[in-house]
């Protein structure tokens, strides 16, 4: 197949042609040669449904994980053309952030690790907005990502199928994208929403905004498109092979629903059982439990989707009877077994009209998973503490995970070929082989070669940063890095402060011998997320003061990257040297980015929440600059009273950061974004308390340990602990995840 590829691509001719005609007929040149892998029929399959896909861009990796990425490479450069030109092809970004890289990264390692997994989900006509800045502000364009062609995706006229609402029928078109394999090569297969009436509208925008009833109803729209493309298909396969006996329905299906939305796929699954094959009720119930699996991503309530029962009725009548049958089996089952009231009350599938897929999916799924230890004792202990107690079989942990051949292998070519020099390629297919590195920790040539890998990255990503913003980094300084999606758990506003407390020791002569330090953020903010908004805003303002004011521009430098993405991340999480994982302990549930900084030798500058605390473990806490409250304290602080303005009153370089945002410092160009922020922080607004993130609480320490890694950074000890990072690092791997998937949750 390789050969044959090669062959095609040789024969393209190149002169004259675009940079997106070129992509399309190489691209086409693989697709013509490459086949599917058909699933064994006496196999278990999986399936991984979820309301995002983050691709990224598909061009490098493909050939990459072809084995073909440098033969390409030279074909083309004989040719005249640099393959580097691809980039200028738009990320496929049908996902917001970490929930959507993981289902990318899920797929990846299942066809690396040669496993039956697919990904099923939503061929979005609009990927997430594309970012931009007007004077700081954060504006969206739409993200017309098929502007270059799709030459990955297939169509699959032949097997659309139709979902029904009350008020429609919608044809529900799959294109399969191949995930590619060292031995087979996986579907991911997007549903694409066509047919009168404006069907298309519900695969046409990524999260459309919810802040109206036609909004909502729109998502659950989306949302069952999903489950019932996915449902449907499953269950006709299954028909066509065995029969109407579903019984051996669960030896042949799992279904793993990623986070709440695609949580109706169990409805689904027992209204076709119940409806179509009159199977009784209980027992599509129990084949139900036995095919699915809810992986839980956050306990953020506002994240956990409910739905109104008129909602229900009007757009799913079948549906919503379904979940009220199931509702009445669990009031039923509570009664029987003499649950006290307060469980119940916890567990409930409907509350006061409310239907909770959460709850739904905790009653039915014989498998609950949190995605890093702390987080899924956080899930038995508080949000599903009464399922917990009732069912602890079906709670297990899996620590989200990475894929190394794009986090590694494809943005950190260099460091790749350095342990390949090191321990030989074995790695490269079984990446628990990247720990032999750890003999080299002590070892000055290797972690001299590593230190000049770490430079040249920060080179590029500075060269990348100037293409993209126009703006020069500092040359040789520690580039300190948070970029995520703009959420007030995740703090970047913390980091705000703590870059203004900095900035006021530079001015005043404090910070004797500070090296030059950049400060890179990445995020988009919802578009009508008005403090997320405004904490862009912010941070843009003060890289306009710092970068105005010559008495400390050559050493102190803040940069908003725009339109963050897959991309950008390639470059950034290669080139920084601390990785700012700064999130409110107990509310980010693993992230993923803290890995692919980790992996590329970043140390972390975070608190113990979500994975981090699983990355100390691995790279060791010595290695890495952890601080602030940690859950107890943050949970004590919840309920004993948590003031932060005697904080205030005590912190002087705390509350002058804080009051540059209402003494006339910076200009929100009277939008009010500045003014909500602070009181946000010292009286409290919607429904939280005054600084509901304590963000108070944890800057002193985030601000010391900054000051820290600047003194540390460059010598010998701190490239020990950036190497150690790095080498520490295969746990976090996605092929760990997924084998613990297939063997605790699938049983493949
Ligand atoms: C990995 C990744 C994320 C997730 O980052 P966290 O720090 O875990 O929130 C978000 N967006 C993009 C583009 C990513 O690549």
């Given at each position: 197949?390789?050969?044959?590829?090669?062959?095609?691509?040789?024969?393209?001719?190149?002169?004259?042609?675009?940079?997106?005609?070129?992509?399309?007929?190489?691209?086409?040149?693989?697709?013509?040669?490459?086949?599917?892998?058909?699933?064994?029929?006496?196999?278990?399959?999986?399936?991984?449904?979820?309301?995002?896909?983050?691709?990224?861009?598909?061009?490098?990796?493909?050939?990459?994980?072809?084995?073909?990425?440098?033969?390409?490479?030279?074909?083309?450069?004989?040719?005249?053309?640099?393959?580097?030109?691809?980039?200028?092809?738009?990320?496929?970004?049908?996902?917001?952030?970490?929930?959507?890289?993981?289902?990318?990264?899920?797929?990846?390692?299942?066809?690396?690790?040669?496993?039956?997994?697919?990904?099923?989900?939503?061929?979005?006509?609009?990927?997430?907005?594309?970012?931009?800045f007007e004077n700081g502000f954060q504006e969206e364009l739409p993200d017309d990502w098929q502007s270059f062609g799709d030459p990955w995706g297939v169509r699959r006229e032949n097997e659309a199928r139709i979902v029904k609402f009350a008020d429609a029928e919608v044809r529900a078109v799959p294109y399969d994208i191949p995930i590619i394999g060292k031995n087979r090569i996986n579907t991911l297969r997007l549903y694409q929403a066509e047919g009168s009436e404006g069907a298309e509208k519900i695969s046409e925008y990524l999260y459309p905004a919810d802040d109206t009833e036609e909004g909502k109803l729109l998502r659950l729209r989306q949302e069952y498109f999903l489950s019932a493309a996915s449902v449907g298909e499953l269950v006709d396969a299954y028909v066509a092979v065995h029969g109407t006996d579903f019984s051996a329905f669960p030896a042949f299906n799992a279904v793993q629903l990623n986070d709440t939305h695609p949580v109706l796929a169990i409805a689904e699954f027992i209204r076709i059982l119940t409806g179509s094959y009159g199977v009784p009720f209980a027992k599509a119930v129990r084949l139900a439990g036995k095919t699915f699996g809810y992986t839980n991503h956050t306990i953020l309530p506002e994240a956990l989707e409910c739905w109104p029962q008129e909602y229900l009725k009007k757009l799913l009548p079948e549906i919503y009877a379904v979940l009220k049958k199931l509702d009445e089996r669990q009031r039923r089952e509570f009664r029987r077994k003499a649950v006290l009231e307060e469980d119940a009350a916890a567990m409930r599938i409907a509350k006061n009209g409310i239907f909770s897929m959460a709850n739904t999916a905790v009653y039915v799924a014989h498998r609950v998973n949190g995605v890093a230890k702390i987080h899924s004792a956080i899930l038995k202990d508080s949000l599903f503490r009464a399922a917990y107690l009732y069912t602890p079989e079906k709670f297990v942990n899996v620590t989200n995970g990475i894929t190394q051949r794009r986090w590694l292998m494809l943005c950190n070519e260099e460091l790749s070929a350095l342990i390949d020099s090191k321990i030989g390629t074995g790695w490269r297919g079984d990446i628990g082989l990247l720990s032999e590195m750890k003999k080299f920790r002590k070892e000055d040539t290797v972690l001299a070669e590593f230190a000049q890998i770490k430079s040249k990255k920060k080179e590029q990503l500075a060269e990348y940063v100037y293409r993209k913003e126009g703006i020069r980094l500092l040359p040789d300084a520690i580039v300190y890095a948070q970029v995520k999606r703009l959420h007030e758990y995740k703090r970047q506003l913390m980091t705000a402060f703590a870059i203004l407390e900095i900035y006021e020791k530079l001015k005043s002569g404090e910070l004797a011998g500070f090296k030059p330090t950049v400060f890179l953020f990445g995020a988009k903010s919802a578009p009508a997320y008005f403090r997320a908004k405004g904490i862009i805003k912010f941070i843009n303002e003060i890289a306009k003061k710092i970068a105005g004011d010559e008495s400390v521009n050559k050493k102190l430098q803040v940069v908003f990257v725009t339109d963050y993405n897959v991309s950008y991340a390639e470059k950034i999480v290669a080139g920084a040297d601390v990785s700012l994982q700064v999130s409110t302990a107990g509310l980010e549930a693993s992230g993923t980015g803290n890995m692919k900084f980790m992996m590329n030798g970043a140390v972390t500058c975070g608190t113990m929440d979500g994975a981090n605390i699983e990355i100390v473990e691995q790279a060791g806490r010595e290695n890495n600059y952890i601080f602030g409250a940690e859950v107890d304290e943050i949970d004590s602080l919840r309920r004993n009273g948590y003031d932060p303005n005697a904080i205030l009153a005590q912190d002087g370089a705390a509350r002058r950061a804080i009051e540059t945002l209402v003494d006339g410092t910076f200009d929100d160009g009277g939008r009010g974004y500045f003014r909500e922020l602070y009181d946000s922080l010292t009286v409290g607004a919607s429904w939280h308390k005054p600084d509901h993130y304590f963000i108070l609480r944890d800057l002193p320490d985030y601000v010391e340990k900054l000051l820290l890694i600047n003194r540390e950074a460059g010598t010998h000890e701190f490239t020990q602990k950036q190497f150690a990072n790095a080498v520490s690092s295969a746990y976090f791997s996605s092929d760990r995840s997924i084998r613990e998937y297939a063997e605790n949750i699938w049983e493949l």
């Open positions: 197949m390789k050969e044959r590829i090669l062959k095609n691509i040789a024969a393209i001719q190149t002169a004259g042609k675009s940079t997106a005609e070129l992509y399309n007929e190489i691209s086409s040149a693989v697709m013509r040669e490459i086949s599917f892998t058909a699933p064994a029929p006496d196999q278990k399959s999986a399936y991984y449904l979820s309301i995002e896909f983050l691709i990224g861009r598909m061009f490098y990796n493909n050939l990459l994980e072809l084995g073909i990425l440098d033969e390409v490479r030279d074909i083309l450069k004989e040719k005249g053309v640099n393959a580097a030109v691809f980039e200028e092809i738009e990320d496929a970004a049908l996902g917001n952030g970490g929930l959507g890289r993981l289902a990318a990264c899920f797929v990846d390692s299942a066809a690396g690790l040669d496993l039956p997994v697919y990904g099923r989900g939503i061929r979005y006509k609009y990927g997430l907005f594309k970012q931009k």
